[in-house]
């Protein structure tokens, strides 16, 4: 027992050196600027910087008011579903879409934002790309845009990579600085558009076969079961995707949502290539998927149509 | 499981814990346990793989020890060729079938044997070589035989070395196997530090470098011959900080719990000469050549060409037990010829420089040995004897084309570059002194200098480790 609390106050007078040194490096990391931004963003290349849509998107929601519809998934959501057609249609919507996000962040945004009080439905985008992610990317954006330090925690808890640690305690010494950059495709209600249209040769990924993320379909179902036991709706959906893409790797994953979904008893509606739009993969998409305002424009509308023929909406 | 993951950080303590709080009977099944939860944690089927060779060895051992004469000869035969067996069909098989195809078809003939889709059982050719080296020390008289199977598959299996060594001798550790160790405040103390170390240099500098590594190799054509040569010297780097990190980790894990593995490192790339660097890298591999190859070859004891014969088989031998390609192939025939001029040319060398022992002459075999061993480890490293051969072109100017280390710098970010290259030259820096400090040549200056530096090192490993799924290099072989 002796020799168990020796080591013990040894680990612990270890620990706080470690402590002290940790902070004290990256607090200098911080502080001290290389050209217009701080030497910390030059050390890695995870660390984001504060700023850009997802900034913009945290300062502007409001969870104590109400939203028909809160979207949410990855750069997908927050491209492809544009508030201002919604509130035409007489729904209030706003989009917590933010970049590479996946189901390991969808959830820890879910925890902490989302209630029965402010959110009518939930509208999740699932997108092949950022589900074949670990999570790490958008915490990385996440960790220096968010308003909840718990749900960064929460990311941290869940990834298990030192590296969130670090943007957390990066995110607490930046606390006060203003944002680095602004995001000037940002409309509001978290939606950003681009008018932008295909040039020049794209590559669609035709080689590449689907890879999850760990643990990403436990996390999606996590993300359902959650807002089942809210009592909120939720409904999966993948927005369209241009004709000359990859459909044998979307097909898995549509297997894979699809089995999700039925396992939960939610919908998904997959309108990847089956959607009967007049969308072209030049005009509607800026690049190789990723929606322009023309296709959202073409898209939106059909999505309310087929929601309020669901249902939805109804009252 | 890997050292570098979390469940690691958590099997560790709850086993070394649990060992000491068990009384002495009970630890090996406790430890045998968490040997094959540790190792089932990669592909759980492949334990059969290892239950196999322990049957074998085991029976092999009593089988040796109780008969005399051409018995005894028989059942060591038939545990090597089962061991050898498992060894070849897992991982030479595919390779064998390759090149025999290569060589029928470039005859016109046509070849059609399929190619076997199985992973590689990880750390086959550590536990197949600490398995064989049992039966032969049995066979020898110098071991006696493991009558209880449970410490027998222990020592096949112990944890902290399994899966890349260091590759022990019964002598060493099945001896310690029956040892009882209480806890000894220095002695964990001392396990913990070299474990830090070990993860510092696996996760700052193994690591850093490894991505920077991968970027030119894997598509050398790409590059410049300054930017591949830099590449190499941050392979040099990196191979060595990931093989003696796990080394260190393996060591220091077990010596928490009382066991004292080999010593597998010793700053080879201090070392005068090739045969001092053989001496001082991967010393459990290689001595257990000397051991059981070497030396019943006839080691140098015998006429010139025939020792040059068996240096050369040696080595080429050690090329193949690392990989399945010609490229491990022709890395070890590299040594083995290294050592054979080496020999061939020490009277030539003598003449020229006496025996000198100033400093700066034992400095530039040292900067030579370095470079001779750089130019093995492109083998090693490139993904094809093609890829090999364009960075030896490229070297030399023979191909000028591809992207500057500048465009690689600007592709990963200047600072992620400098930070690796920082960490790098600082553990050249440092690496003579704290192995020193580790292998206790030497004394920390104070005891807080001793916290100070193991804080440190968690600190760098938190701040600049490089995470993701990163294997140990030599889990593959």
Same mark, same amino acid.
């Given at each position: ?315 | ?176 196997? &029956? ?10 103390? #001392? /396990? %913990?530090?070299?474990? !830090?170390?070990?993860? @510092? $240099? ?120 690392? &990989? ?10 590299? #040594? /083995? %010829?290294?050592?054979? !001029?080496?020999?061939? @040319? $020490? ?120 995470? &993701? ?9």
């Amino acid at each position: 027992m002796a020799i168990l609390i020796r080591i013990l106050r040894r680990a612990l007078l270890v620990g706080l050196i470690a402590v002290l040194a940790y902070v004290g490096i990256l607090f200098v990391l911080c502080k001290v600027k290389v050209g217009a931004n701080a030497l910390v963003y030059r050390s890695s290349d995870v660390y984001n910087l504060k700023g850009g849509n997802t900034y913009r998107k945290f300062l502007e929601y409001d969870p104590a008011a109400h939203y028909d519809v809160i979207v949410i998934g990855s750069s997908h959501a927050y491209r492809g579903y544009d508030p201002r057609i919604f509130r035409e249609a007489g729904i209030s919507m706003f989009n917590l879409g933010t970049s590479g996000q996946t189901p390991v962040n969808t959830y820890a945004i879910l925890k902490e934002y989302i209630t029965k009080a402010n959110t009518g439905m939930v509208l999740l985008d699932c997108y092949e790309n950022a589900m074949g992610m670990e999570g790490l990317e958008s915490a990385a954006d996440l960790s220096q845009n968010i308003t909840s330090d718990a749900a960064v925690l929460r990311m941290f808890a869940a990834i298990h990579d030192p590296r969130i640690l670090n943007m957390f305690t990066i995110r607490k010494i930046m606390a006060n600085e203003p944002a680095a950059y602004v995001d000037s495709f940002y409309v509001d209600a978290g939606f950003s558009t681009k008018t932008d249209s295909v040039k020049g040769v794209v590559d669609y990924g035709l080689d590449l076969t689907l890879e999850l993320g760990e643990g990403q379909p436990e996390y999606l179902v996590r993300c359902i079961r959650y807002c089942q036991e809210l009592g909120i709706p939720i409904l999966l959906v993948t927005h369209p995707l241009p004709h000359a893409g990859n459909h044998p790797r979307h097909a898995a994953f549509h297997n894979v949502i699809d089995s999700v979904a039925k396992a939960t008893e939610v919908e998904y509606m997959d309108y990847a290539f089956d959607h009967g739009l007049p969308l072209d993969d030049r005009n509607h998409f800026y690049d190789h998927n990723h929606f322009n305002q023309a296709g959202v424009a073409i898209f939106n509308p059909k999505l309310i149509a087929d929601l309020r023929a669901k249902g939805y909406f109804s009252q | 499981m890997l050292f570098n993951s979390l469940s690691f950080l958590v099997f560790f303590p709850v086993v070394t814990l649990g060992y000491y709080l068990l009384p002495y009977k009970h630890r090996w099944w406790w430890l045998l346990a968490a040997s094959c939860w540790f190792y089932m944690a990669f592909v759980p089927v492949y334990i059969l793989i290892l239950g196999f060779t322990i049957a074998v060895d085991y029976a092999a051992g009593i089988l040796i020890d109780r008969n005399e004469g051409r018995k005894r000869k028989l059942w060591l035969v038939a545990s090597i060729v089962a061991n050898v067996g498992v060894l070849a069909f897992f991982k030479y098989f595919n390779f064998l079938n390759q090149s025999i195809g290569a060589v029928v078809r470039g005859a016109g003939l046509p070849y059609e044997v399929p190619e076997l889709g199985i992973l590689l059982p990880i750390g086959l050719s550590f536990h197949t070589f600490q398995s064989l080296s049992y039966t032969i020390e049995v066979y020898r008289k110098k071991q006696a035989p493991e009558r209880r199977l449970g410490v027998f598959a222990l020592y096949v299996m112990f944890y902290p070395q399994l899966v890349a060594g260091p590759i022990e001798r019964p002598a060493n550790l099945l001896r310690q196997l &029956g040892m009882h160790f209480d806890p000894d405040y220095d002695r964990i103390a #001392h /396990g %913990l530090r070299q474990m !830090a170390w070990g993860f @510092f $240099k696996k996760l700052v500098i193994a690591d850093r470098c490894g991505a920077i590594v991968d970027l030119v190799y894997s598509n050398p054509n790409q590059h410049d011959g300054w930017t591949a040569l830099v590449a190499t010297y941050l392979f040099a780097i990196q191979i060595y900080c990931d093989f003696s990190g796990y080394t260190d980790i393996a060591i220091g894990a077990a010596r928490t719990m009382g066991f004292e593995l080999m010593v597998n490192f010793r700053t080879p790339y201090m070392s005068g000469s090739i045969s001092e660097f053989w001496g001082r890298w991967h010393i459990s591999l290689s001595s257990w050549f000397r051991d059981y190859l070497y030396i019943p070859l006839g080691g140098n004891r015998v006429a010139v060409p025939r020792w040059y014969f068996n240096l050369f088989i040696v080595f080429l031998l050690s090329g193949l037990w690392h &990989g399945a390609d010609w490229t491990y192939v022709v890395w070890g025939a590299l #040594h /083995g %010829l290294y050592l054979i !001029a080496a020999i061939v @040319f $020490k009277p030539f060398w003598s003449r020229i420089f006496g025996e000198m022992k100033v400093r700066w002459y034992r400095w530039l075999n040292v900067f030579f040995t370095f470079h001779l061993v750089l130019c093995g480890w492109v083998l090693f490293r490139a993904e094809s004897i093609g890829h090999a051969k364009l960075i030896f072109s490229k070297w030399l100017g023979l191909n000028t084309a591809g992207r500057s280390l500048a465009h690689l710098v600007g592709e990963l970010k200047p600072g992620v570059f400098v930070i690796t290259v920082f960490f790098a030259l600082l553990f050249f820096v440092i690496d003579p002194w704290v192995d020193k400090w580790i292998k206790r040549e030497v004394r920390m200056p104070s005891r807080w200098f001793d916290l100070a530096f193991q804080a440190g090192l968690v600190v760098a490993c938190l701040l600049f480790g490089f995470y &993701g799924k990163t294997m140990f290099i030599y889990f593959q072989f």
